[in-house]
C-alpha cells in the first residue's frame, strides 16, 4: 500500500504563483512515475505533469507547459509541482498519483497510475 497526501493548494490570483507537494509513505520504491493531475468541475481528469524515477524526462500538458515544473526528492519521498503565471482555467482540485510503471506514455492516462492522494483546491481568480 501507498499513502500519498498533497498540500499547497489555495487561492491566488491571475499571474500569481501555487506550489504542490505529494508525500508518500507506505510501500514506495522510488522506481515508479510519479504524476499530478486535476479535475475542474464538470470536466474529465487531466494528466497535468508527471516525472520518472530517475528525473530525466519529464512530461508535461501543452496546457501548462513553460509555466509548471515537476520535480522530485526521492530522500524525502516528494514530488513537487511549482505553478507560475497561474490562469483561472487551471482552478481545479489537483491529485497525485503514483504510475505503474517506470517509464511514461507519450500521454498521461489515469488508469496507468494506481495510487491516488486525496486532492488538493487550487482556485485562481481573474
Known amino acids: 500500500q501507498v499513502h500519498l497526501v498533497e498540500s499547497g493548494g489555495g487561492s491566488v490570483q491571475a499571474g500569481g504563483s501555487l506550489r504542490l507537494s505529494c508525500v508518500a509513505s507506505?510501500?514506495?520504491?522510488?522506481?515508479?512515475?510519479m504524476g499530478w493531475f486535476r479535475q475542474a468541475a464538470g470536466k474529465e481528469r487531466e494528466g497535468v505533469a508527471a516525472?520518472?524515477?530517475?528525473?530525466?524526462?519529464?512530461y508535461y500538458a501543452s496546457s501548462v507547459e513553460g509555466r509548471f515544473t515537476i520535480s522530485q526528492d526521492k530522500a524525502k519521498n516528494t514530488v513537487t509541482l511549482q505553478m507560475d503565471s497561474l490562469k483561472p482555467e487551471d482552478t481545479a482540485m489537483y491529485y497525485c498519483?503514483?504510475?505503474?510503471?517506470?517509464?511514461?506514455?507519450?500521454?498521461?492516462?489515469?488508469?496507468?497510475?494506481?495510487?491516488w492522494g486525496q486532492g488538493t483546491q487550487v482556485t485562481v481568480s481573474s
Open positions: 498519483a503514483r504510475s505503474l510503471f517506470f517509464r511514461l506514455a507519450p500521454r498521461l492516462s489515469a488508469s496507468d497510475f494506481d495510487y
Open positions: 507506505g510501500s514506495t520504491s522510488g522506481r515508479n512515475c
Open positions: 516525472i520518472t524515477p530517475d528525473t530525466s524526462s519529464p
